[in-house]
């Protein structure tokens, strides 16, 4: 049996009896949702890239595009930062027209396979289905449905382009290759323009290479989306730092009529607190770019991560549970995430916390640390952490922690991954002279076009948000095209 057909079998044999019942519930006038078929927790956090979740098959994508209702108004689409015409593409999966599914979503998004795979659509479209808003149930999976049309389409063989404006010979830089990079190069490209993204990296593919675990985004999803924009005539150089390699003057006397800022937020943050530096205290971003890209995970690499026995990651966001997990499969015996709020307040998704608890992992909620402590050869051994209860709700609308007077505790570990924030990278905003950069360091832009201070310069994505989503950055990278696309014109 090849590999595929072993996926398809793990898709399909465990969900059989649920899609029955889910068709017996139909006919009875009930519209459950499909669940995703995912691998087997104890396997799985053992694999580092096996992907967790496996797709839905055929029936159980038809059967879950049938619960749309038809909506004269469909609120869903007002969730989207890009735009995707939901109900047309829902509608062509119910008909089994997979393939016109997929078209409809390359007409707004450079990144189906890969938005399917790791965006919000609890707290954006889905949020807006009308079970959710109206009837108090479970809406419309519309992120299994993406995924499923963006994969069958290239499982099918049958990848389409979308259509390409005539050339107009306009040269236009994109700086980074992540979804807001890519997202404006996908744009400008369909708008005739001739793209290029400039990489600093080797690998092209930004957050979604570096900074997502192929358990959760296989890499081979993501070079076909690159590979759908090269197509479509976008280069790509990597290994070039914009600032460092070329500079802006540099683009301008190239030819380049506009540039578009996408360099990420790849500053860590740390907590500032002593210990900080012993051996075995890394950020987030190294560790999971050194994994992720640099092969850390193999002793014999030249940049090989030293996996520790007791493992605490700090921070539960997204990223946060991407370290923690990869970890566990790296060979952590205990894993934790140590957060300063409760379980309720955790920014992750919802899925990932499940994911995460399911493999093992153990969350040491209402604990922040105060200091590291090394052993004799300089590597960490344990932490300090206060106990924290919840007060009153904070401006992002999540109550704030406070410290319980006199309560702390020591905590054994031998290794410490950081994962409380990201700063905006500060090559661009430091080398491109006449920018106006907030005291985060993000760049400065309007709201409406991304325009900068320096009129053919538009920014978005977190250099300018400072740390947000992939699909929000997407949506700033095709807010720009528009934007740059109509005052190229005029």
Request: aromatic fraction near 6%; include cysteine; charge should be negative.
């Amino acid at each position: 049996m090849t590999e595929q057909e072993n996926i398809q079998a793990r898709r399909s044999e465990p969900w059989r009896d649920e899609l029955r019942r889910g068709m017996k519930a139909k006919e009875r006038g009930e519209r459950p949702r499909v669940h995703m078929p995912e691998l087997d927790a104890e396997y799985r956090s053992h694999s580092l890239k096996e992907e967790v979740n496996l797709g839905l098959t055929k029936e159980q994508a038809m059967f879950e595009a049938a619960r749309c209702l038809d909506c004269a108004n469909p609120t869903c689409m007002e969730g989207c930062p890009v735009n995707i015409q939901i109900p047309s593409f829902v509608k062509n999966i119910e008909c089994g027209e997979f393939l016109e599914a997929a078209k409809v979503l390359k007409e707004t998004s450079a990144l189906p396979a890969v938005c399917g795979r790791v965006c919000p659509q609890e707290k954006q479209c889905e949020a807006k289905c009308i079970y959710i808003q109206k009837m108090k149930k479970e809406p419309v999976a519309i992120g299994y449905l993406e995924r499923f049309a963006a994969d069958y389409e290239r499982e099918s063989g049958q990848m389409s382009l979308p259509e390409l404006a005539p050339a107009n010979g306009i040269k236009i830089a994109a700086v980074g290759s992540g979804p807001a990079g890519l997202a404006f190069a996908g744009d400008m490209a369909k708008l005739g323009y001739d793209v290029t993204v400039f990489e600093a990296l080797h690998e092209i593919g930004g957050v979604l290479k570096y900074g997502i675990p192929e358990f959760r985004l296989p890499n081979e999803i993501v070079d076909v989306e690159i590979n759908v924009l090269r197509k479509m005539g976008v280069k790509f150089v990597n290994n070039c730092i914009v600032g460092k390699t070329i500079s802006r003057e540099d683009l301008l006397n190239d030819g380049f009529k506009g540039i578009f800022a996408a360099s990420g937020a790849g500053l860590p943050n740390f907590m500032n607190i002593p210990g900080e530096n012993l051996i075995g205290v890394m950020s987030c971003n190294e560790f999971l770019t050194r994994v992720n890209l640099m092969d850390a995970s193999n002793p014999e690499s030249d940049t090989p991560v030293q996996m520790g026995k007791k493992v605490a990651v700090i921070g539960a966001g997204n990223t946060a549970m991407d370290a923690v997990r990869t970890a566990k499969r790296l060979g952590a015996e205990k894993a934790y995430i140590v957060y300063r709020r409760s379980e309720e307040e955790m920014p992750a998704r919802i899925e990932e916390v499940k994911h995460a608890k399911e493999e093992g992992i153990i969350f040491h909620t209402l604990h922040n640390p105060l200091r590291y402590e090394g052993d004799e050869n300089g590597r960490v051994q344990r932490m300090l952490l206060q106990k924290m209860e919840l007060g009153e709700p904070d401006a992002s609308g999540r109550r704030k922690p406070v410290a319980i007077e006199g309560a702390t505790e020591w905590f054994d570990v031998d290794q410490v991954i950081v994962s409380v924030g990201v700063s905006p990278n500060p090559l661009i905003p430091s080398t491109f002279k006449g920018l106006e950069v907030t005291k985060w360091g993000t760049i400065v832009v309007n709201q409406e076009t991304m325009q900068s201070a320096l009129p053919e310069v538009y920014a978005g994505g977190d250099i300018v948000r400072g740390g947000a989503t992939v699909i929000l950055a997407m949506g700033d990278g095709r807010k720009a095209a528009a934007a740059m696309d109509k005052a190229l014109r005029n």
